[in-house]
């Protein structure tokens, strides 16, 4: 069965350090690959996508991801979090079918 | 700026009082998407339109029915809501849906608590 998991429910950082949140997905082939944000209250804002050619790709508000077809992973990364990027993230893949399979979240608190 | 939109932001009903959501976009997209989300678990798609033809998950319960009357409206319908149904909904669209190879676009939710 198709699946996308997000090890880490919560990821606590301080302000201005790196931060990398993991997602692994179990697949047929590679799927289509995103990382979505949702603040408290609001909708999904997708924050980048890999669809296929450079693994490394870059996203909105200085996010970046990179595609590891041998880990079967897409980690989201940012080298310096700003306290406005406390959020709930949600990696999400698609394969052929007309569907979008979300992974579990993962809350990010960030500290002073 | 073209976006999707969704009415109301907050919505409170009655137990077994029938309630509606809307959802409008200005992308022209020919696909849009209902999704459930509740508290601190991921969004789950309820049911989708394919331009007019409608795709029903299967586990979405017969207490959920869904419209498109045009291109850009599209509607919940809720026709017995129960407390478990207390969730926030998401209305969502995208260009083709055929692959998903087009990303999907979020409207902000409509929050419904029942009472």
């Known amino acids: 069965a198709q699946s996308v998991t997000q090890p880490d429910i919560h990821i606590t950082v301080s302000e201005g350090a790196s931060l990398e949140l993991r997602c692994n997905y179990s697949y047929g082939a590679t799927p289509y690959l995103f990382w979505y944000v949702q603040s408290p209250g609001q909708g999904l804002q997708l924050l980048l996508k890999?669809?296929?050619?450079?693994?490394l790709v870059q996203g909105i508000k200085g996010f970046e991801a990179e595609f590891k077809r041998s880990q079967s992973s897409f980690n989201l990364r940012k080298p310096s979090v700003h306290w406005s990027d406390a959020a709930e993230y949600f990696c999400a893949a698609s394969g052929s079918a007309r569907q979008l399979t979300f992974g579990s979240g993962t809350q990010l608190t960030v500290l002073p | 700026d073209a976006m999707v939109i969704q009415n109301p932001r907050y919505q409170v009903t009655q137990f077994g009082k029938p309630v509606t959501l809307s959802c409008s976009q200005t992308?022209?997209?020919?696909?849009m998407y209902w999704y459930q989300q509740k508290s601190s678990q991921a969004p789950k798609l309820l049911f989708h339109y394919y331009d007019k033809d409608f795709n029903n998950e299967a586990d979405t319960p017969d207490n959920f029915q869904s419209r498109r009357p045009n291109t850009s409206f599209c509607f919940l319908d809720i026709r017995s809501p129960g407390l478990g149904d207390a969730a926030m909904y998401l209305c969502a669209t995208s260009r083709d849906g055929l692959t998903l190879s087009y990303e999907q676009y979020f409207g902000p939710g409509t929050r419904l608590t029942v009472t």
């Open positions: 992308l022209n997209h020919n696909v």
């Open positions: 890999y669809f296929s050619g450079d693994t």
